[in-house]
């Protein structure tokens, strides 16, 4: 009786889900925007280890380039993590400067890839038709359309040129340190002085010991990128990671190239020019591999043909002034295909969110729904 009492007069006592405690190691792009996304639900605590201040490893190693839409995955989880993340960015992007204040650069202008080979364009259409099915635009431009949009892109040698105008590009580092800002504002808590040392399992919950102290959790993340292969080489099925290096350059220009009012990404080749404002551009980026067993070095003559190889779909880039060369490593995981997003050794206290490779800015908003789900369904 006692208890029915309670239940109507504080119906929302007895019906209150559990206290979920949520611990992320690692703070780039990802475990930022899984730490926001689980912020937002009541019923949850979260708390973000790293031992480095956030979007230090491999999230400033990107160009923040969003290849959803044009981009050739179709089908599976490739393109569903690629779909939920551009249909939740826009809102995200939004969502993150009213709590924080600040200002994220995200270009809206979408992305132009350039097709210098005829035999590739069956393919391109193919893929505009399924775009136009899944409700996502595809245009294909011949190269006079290509000229009058684009005057600074040369196109003598382009056959086509195909323009999503729903894909997008943003700076991953203001990104990231936005996401943290916000996910603290919707009371997450953050150590970015803690390395982790070990994880330990009993009953249903996991103790995490770092170099700061102990934290107890109901659940564990792991979004540690390269990171992820020493905190799980004790357990079984470890996740293995090779480290790839990309190099880009930051350009500056005497005037903007093209037009003023219209300054989407432009993909040719697998490089992109990215604008980012007061005549400034990156170019990238690099894809360099290591020998076996050893961590990949910046091969100088890799970043050149990178620059001539926008030189020659741009030509008014040779009169650029270089103002920034920017390296880093991106994971790959070995063995399986980037992303890693499944439980440690089939243990669902222990979640991997890592090795998104050349893709963590674009999927990240996709992997931090696809978790928050897995979890919240428990």
């Not at 405690?21 to 973000?48: D, K």
């Not at 770092?210 to 390269?226: F, Q």
């Not at 926008?310 to 030509?315: I, T």
């Amino acid at each position: 009786m006692l208890v029915s009492v309670i239940a109507m007069t504080f119906p929302s006592v007895l019906h209150r889900p559990p206290l979920l405690r949520i611990v992320i190691i690692g703070c780039g792009i990802i475990g930022a925007t899984v730490a926001y996304e689980l912020s937002r639900e009541p019923g949850i605590t979260v708390q973000v280890l790293d031992h480095q201040t956030p979007a230090q490893a491999s999230t400033g190693a990107a160009l923040g380039v969003l290849m959803g839409a044009i981009s050739h995955k179709t089908k599976g989880r490739a393109w569903r993590l690629r779909e939920a993340s551009l249909q939740r960015y826009d809102a995200l992007i939004a969502e993150v400067e009213a709590i924080t204040g600040q200002t994220i650069p995200y270009n809206r202008q979408g992305i132009l890839s350039l097709c210098f080979d005829a035999t590739e364009l069956p393919r391109w259409q193919s893929l505009q038709r399924l775009r136009q099915q899944q409700g996502w635009p595809l245009e294909i431009w011949s190269p006079d359309h290509l000229g009058q949009a684009c005057p600074h892109i040369d196109p003598q040698q382009v056959v086509a040129a195909i323009y999503s105008p729903r894909d997008r590009q943003v700076n991953p580092t203001v990104l990231t340190q936005a996401l943290v800002d916000a996910a603290q504002h919707q009371g997450a808590h953050c150590d970015f002085t803690a390395s982790v040392q070990a994880l330990h399992r009993h009953g249903d919950g996991v103790t995490v010991e770092t170099s700061e102290g102990s934290h107890d959790a109901d659940r564990v993340i792991i979004s540690a990128g390269l990171g992820s292969s020493a905190l799980t080489a004790a357990w079984p099925q470890p996740v293995a990671m090779v480290p790839v290096l990309g190099q880009a350059v930051r350009l500056r220009l005497l005037q903007p190239l093209g037009k003023s009012d219209f300054q989407p990404v432009i993909n040719g080749h697998d490089i992109h020019l990215v604008p980012l404002g007061h005549q400034e551009y990156w170019l990238g980026a690099t894809v360099e591999f290591p020998p076996a067993e050893h961590s990949p070095t910046a091969d100088p003559a890799r970043l050149e043909a990178v620059v001539q190889g926008g030189v020659a779909y741009c030509p008014a880039l040779a009169t650029a002034e270089v103002v920034e060369q920017w390296q880093g490593l991106r994971p790959r995981p070995q063995g399986q295909p980037a992303p890693v997003i499944q439980p440690l050794a089939e243990d669902e206290r222990i979640w991997l969110a890592t090795g998104h490779y050349r893709n963590g800015v674009l999927l990240a908003p996709g992997t931090a729904l696809t978790l928050k789900q897995r979890l919240m369904a428990e």
